[in-house]
């Protein structure tokens, strides 16, 4: 599981928050206007029905005085049965001549243009939201014109409430949303991740899966397999002619190393037998060093996979404290293995055999000074790490990448016997079983880590 930190680092993550809040924010924008804005339409429209009812009581009182107002509140109030309409026709200080208000309100003065108030109509026992305005006569009298907004405002609070439900509602749909973009995307990112991750493997074949949409996805994963398609062309190239040139050179060497003992058996002198021996072992050495480039370069091209099959790591690793026992103590050296009990894998047991041989030799040629070889296994996150550990002088961390490049040696002068490709094969057969190989420090001493992942056996 990702963590926090990690989680707020991802492009991805960041991606569907953005997304989550421009959504959000939009939809909330949209609903906060529709809101405002029916309310405000409301508001004018109750607002305008109150100015209606003051100009068309201020017109009777200017047309047919004192009396001509009364009738039409009274027929005004008979109308609409006193539902909404709110009236109250007052003498100068504010004694009711006519409407349902009992008493002219203290807080409401003649002249006031509008105003929301909690009012008592004549013969009720509970107060009404009320939107009024006052005016005064020319006689100094008082009108008071009004509507009760109860119903109104009940609707402001159904679409407040509709729109909250509305909000929350989108806010889920967001959500939801911005996470299924940034599962499309992140599949789509996952598949070229896995892409790459196979071919680093040494799975050139592998390709970014085009779906035929023509996005931008499609066209970085056409562009993406333009390019291993070259890639892949050239390393096949690449491999024919190392492979080819190791291949035809081991048959010449041969023949010629066979003429060397022919030659060397039949001479005599004992300066030609010297030079034709030390020829020899310079034969034997380009041979090894044919031998393990073509075992690299068929491990690189996965050559060797059908011959995988189910060992017991322990067995495997007293076989070679067995193989290489004698030799690490000729060589004033103790060689000891450990594996967990039941460890089981499925590997290329010949070439792992000739990987964790080559770095004994590798303790046995370097670590002078020191007089132990550990030779060990251990499970770590669903990988098989096999170790080989001494404790010589170890190699510095600045020059173990010198260490695995291929014809690297860390012997200046070249005086021991090597061709450099010892950990390059070490290396091929890690990556044959999809893992890697890790130089490290044993306090003191080298350290050699060789991984093999997805193939673990408890």
Known sequence: MMRGSALFRSTTARFVLLAFVLQFLVTGGVLVFVQEASQRALAAEQREAV???????TAAWRGSGDQGLRQLIRARLEITHGAVAVILYAAPDGTPIAGNLDAWPTVIPPGTRWLTIDLYRAGSERPERMGVTAVRLPDGKRLLAGHVIESSLRLVRVNEEAVLGALVAGLALTLLGALVIGRVLSSRIEAITQTAGAVGDGALAARVPVGGSGDAFDRLGLSINAMLERIEGLVSQLRMITDGLAHDLRSPVTRMKVLIERAAAETRDDNALAALERVAQEADTLLRMLSTALQISRAEAGIGRDRFSEI?????????????????????????????????????????????????????????????IALFAQEEDGQIILTVADDGPGIPPERRAEALRRFGRLDPSRHLAGSGLGLSLVEAAARLHGGDIRLGDNAPGLRVDLSISGSLHM
Do not use: C, M, W
């Not at 100015?51 to 009581?57: A, K, N, Y």
């Not at 460890?343 to 070439?351: Q, S």
């Open 51 to 57: 100015d209606e009812l003051r100009d068309e009581l």
């Open 312 to 372: 017991d790591v322990a067995t495997l690793l007293e076989d070679l404290v067995e193989i290489y026992g004698p030799l690490a103590e000729d060589s004033g050296f103790v060689l000891e293995a450990s594996s967990p009990p039941g460890l089981h894998a499925t590997l290329h047991r010949e070439f792992i055999s000739q990987a964790l041989g080559n770095l004994i030799e590798n303790a046995l040629k370097y670590a002078q000074g020191g007089g132990s």
